[in-house]
Structure formats: C-alpha cells, structure tokens
C-alpha cells in the first residue's frame, strides 16, 4: 500500500473547498480513476472522508473539514438571532430574514468567490448544487432532501427540529432568501416559489417543511 499516495489524496481533499469528485483528484494527481477509488475506499473506512452522492457525480470531502465546514453557522447562534429578532422588530423579522437571506449569499459569493467557481467547475444542475450546500451546512439531524422534477423545477424537502417555533419561521424565510439568490447567481434567471407546506409536528418543535422551486 502506497501511504504517501493515500495521504497526497487527502492533501488534495484538504486543499479544496467543497469536496471534489474522483475525476478532480485524478487529474490534479496525473493518477488513474481506479487508483483514486481504491485509496477513497480505505480512507471511507478509516472515517477520514465522507462521500456525497449528487446526480450521476460523487463528491468526497474530508471528515475534518465536513464538521469545521459546519460549524461555521451555529445553529444555536442561528436560533437565537433568530429569536432576538422577534424580540426587536416582531412581524416584520419575517421579512428581515428573507432579506438577510438574498444579502447574506451575494456578500458570501463576493467575499469568497473561490467557492462559486469551484461548483461552476462541477458542472452540476443547480438544483444539484443546493443540494450539496443544505447537505454541507444543515446539521446531521435535520432530514434534508432535494427532488429534482426537470431542469427547471425542483422540490427541497427538510424534515427535524430546526429552532422553536417563532424562530424556525424567520430561519425558513431566510432559507428561502438564500435559496433564491444562490439559485439566480448562478443561473443568471429569476427563480419563485411554487408550492410551499410547513407543518409542525405534535408533542416537540419539529417541522416539515416543503418548497417548491422553479426556474423562469
């Protein structure tokens, strides 16, 4: 077994920014395809890499850079600026979230375009790429799934407890924000939302949540 080839691998992983796929690594490596998944295997069953299944690619990231990549936004912290909030502007926190959602993505995307170009370089459906952001960003507990109808319309389905119930309202608001300006930087077209459905669960603060997206 090649251990400096195994750790290069990992160096690799480490060095990018949301993961890469077998064909990234084998390329940046001048190693063949099959090499690369032999040594992903060993590092999946050593726990150092986990592995993403989006559309027809997989991409592996790290398990080190997985959890820092996490917490990154706290979700307490979240909660509870969430919270707060309410607190100082009541109803109209609704609507600050969502802004906050569409502002806080361009500002990312302009402080750290990095990450942008590297999902460009995926060449991934966008609806594919907001899957791997709310699989990298949402905690483990939250069941978080994206249903690609067509090119143009998808349905992101979360299911878990998010905050308490005022909160959990302003952090779907701000989710849609986020979702709409990601979805439009890349695209260069306007996206709305079709159908939506937000329930909470009897006897604890879980919600199913269900938003349709689409692509005009």
């Known amino acids: 077994m090649d251990v400096s080839l195994k750790q290069r691998i990992l160096d690799v992983l480490n060095n990018s920014n949301i993961g890469l796929t077998v064909s990234e690594i084998a390329r940046s490596l001048g190693i063949s395809r099959p090499t690369v998944y032999k040594y992903l295997s060993e590092l999946k069953a050593e726990g150092k890499i986990k592995e993403f299944s989006v559309g027809a690619y997989r991409i592996y990231v790290p398990i080190n850079k997985f959890e820092s990549t996490r917490r990154l936004i706290s979700k307490k912290l979240l909660c509870a600026l969430a919270h707060a909030a309410v607190e100082v502007f ?3 926190s609704i609507n600050i979230g969502y802004r906050l959602g ?4 361009k500002s ?3 402080l750290y375009g990095v990450h942008e170009k590297q ?3 995926l ?7 907001v899957r791997v952001i709310l699989q990298l960003f949402l905690e483990e507990e939250l069941i978080t799934d994206v249903i690609i109808l067509d090119d143009n319309r998808c349905v992101i389905k979360i299911e878990g407890q998010i905050c308490p119930e005022k909160a959990t309202m302003i952090i779907i608001q701000f989710l849609k924000g986020a979702i709409k300006k990601f979805v439009e930087l890349m695209t260069m077209r306007s996206l709305e939302f079709g159908a939506e459905r937000i329930i909470r669960k009897e006897g604890d603060d879980s919600f199913e949540v269900t938003l349709e ?3 005009k």
């Open 90 to 92: 009541g109803e109209e």
């Open 119 to 121: 999902l460009k370089r």
């Open 123 to 129: 060449k991934l459906n966008v609806f594919e790429q």
């Open 108 to 110: 990312f995307f302009t």
């Open 213 to 215: 997206l689409i692509l």
């Open 102 to 105: 569409v502002t806080l993505v």
